[in-house]
């Protein structure tokens, strides 16, 4: 990328990760759309919980170095096509699925990382749809029927969408963990059958709920950030049960007991869609839950920031104790 250090004029604003915990804006060439792309006139991102982890400085170099561009929960508009794109259109409201460093005003990208979605429907809702793919994958992998029991771990932005999700289903239970009264009230509201309050991040799951199920649970989704949290799933699950990673993308520092993963059985399942056309098909089917009112993405929506202070966005997601769920970086503000 080429930065533009004196003259701002044909000039977009990008946010840079410098290193941990440092964010700054930079001015940048806007990018033009070569042969098959779009260009995406940027109005909101979503702060994900990977950009949480490289804001930290706990994902391994392999993925992400300094200085780095984040964000990929895009919500946007078409503002100009490369040659030879068929079936988009200037002006076309989209969800961006597979984009990285949209922290911007602009980004570029193939018509296979958009989705449109209509113009009745507000685009502030929209960036979080990017997750569903992921979510629909997850659960179909779990195959959950009326007679599974389902812990998820973490009622954060995803396991808020999981939740919703499971419970078009039908399990058995439902139960879920979080830190906050106010994750675990919009989880019941969205039909967790059993809610229950961590004390603290170093607190086990295990800890809080074994008494309520000593057995475990047939499925266990961990949807938080800690590495850990695969130990919490491993120790929760039933004989012969299953765990979808949703989570657990962050530096485990505690030993794994793959002698109990082989005692009890367990099948341990990643989440994103193996093939390009299967991501296609959940990406449709995801709209189409939120479109008919089945999944809610806007309640989930507690902040929004300009991206003039993308710093106080990354520090409210970045604070577990704080009443942020999914905070969203305004673009053009």
């Known amino acids: 990328m080429n930065f533009v250090e004196a003259d701002h004029s044909g000039a977009q604003r990008v946010a840079i990760l410098d290193g941990p915990g440092r964010l700054s804006l930079r001015y940048?060439?806007?990018?033009?759309?070569?042969?098959?792309?779009?260009?995406?006139?940027?109005?909101?991102?979503?702060?994900?919980?990977?950009?949480?982890?490289?804001?930290?400085?706990?994902?391994?170099?392999?993925?992400?170095?300094?200085?780095?561009?984040?964000?990929?929960?895009?919500?946007?508009?078409?503002?100009?096509l490369?040659?030879?794109?068929?079936?988009?259109?200037?002006?076309?409201?989209?969800?961006?699925?597979?984009?990285?460093?949209?922290?911007?005003?602009?980004?570029?990208?193939?018509?296979?990382?958009?989705?449109?979605v209509p113009p009745r429907f507000p685009l502030v809702d929209t960036s979080l749809i990017e997750i569903l793919p992921g979510v629909l994958h997850a659960v179909e992998i779990a195959r959950i029927s009326q007679n599974t029991s389902v812990l998820i771990t973490g009622q954060g932005v995803s396991g808020l969408i999981l939740a919703q999700v499971v419970k078009l289903h039908n399990p058995k239970v439902l139960a879920v963990t979080d830190l906050n009264d106010r994750n675990l009230q919009l989880a019941r509201k969205y039909g967790a059958t059993h809610t229950f309050k961590v004390p603290s991040p170093d607190t086990s799951t295990y800890e809080v709920l074994g008494d309520c199920f000593p057995d475990g649970f047939d499925v266990v989704?961990?949807?938080?950030?800690?590495?850990?949290?695969?130990?919490?799933?491993?120790n929760c699950s039933a004989f012969a049960g299953k765990i979808v990673m949703y989570g657990c993308i962050g530096v485990c520092h505690t030993p794994v007991d793959f002698?109990?993963?082989?005692?009890?059985?367990?099948?341990?399942?990643?989440?994103?869609?193996?093939?390009?056309?299967?991501?296609?098909?959940?990406?449709?089917?995801?709209?189409?839950?939120?479109?008919?009112?089945?999944?809610?993405?806007?309640?989930?929506?507690?902040?929004?920031?300009?991206?003039?202070?993308?710093?106080?966005?990354?520090?409210?997601?970045?604070?577990?104790?704080?009443?942020?769920?999914?905070?969203?970086?305004?673009?053009?503000?």
């Open 28 to 80: 940048a060439e806007i990018p033009e759309p070569d042969d098959g792309e779009v260009r995406i006139k940027i109005k909101w991102v979503g702060v994900c919980g990977s950009d949480v982890e490289a804001y930290r400085g706990t994902r391994r170099p392999e993925f992400i170095s300094f200085p780095a561009r984040l964000g990929h929960e895009v919500a946007g508009t078409i503002d100009k």
């Open 82 to 116: 490369g040659p030879n794109v068929e079936g988009l259109a200037i002006g076309d409201q989209v969800t961006c699925r597979y984009v990285w460093g949209a922290f911007a005003e602009y980004i570029v990208c193939r018509p296979f990382n958009v989705k449109v």
């Open 221 to 234: 989704i961990p949807c938080l950030l800690e590495g850990d949290g695969i130990v919490d799933a491993i």
């Open 259 to 333: 002698l109990k993963v082989h005692r009890k059985r367990l099948d341990i399942f990643s989440t994103e869609p193996k093939r390009d056309i299967d991501m296609r098909r959940f990406y449709e089917e995801g709209i189409r839950l939120v479109l008919d009112g089945l999944v809610n993405t806007a309640e989930i929506v507690t902040h929004r920031v300009p991206l003039s202070r993308i710093d106080e966005a990354f520090a409210l997601r970045n604070d577990p104790r704080s009443e942020a769920i999914h905070v969203l970086v305004d673009c053009e503000a």
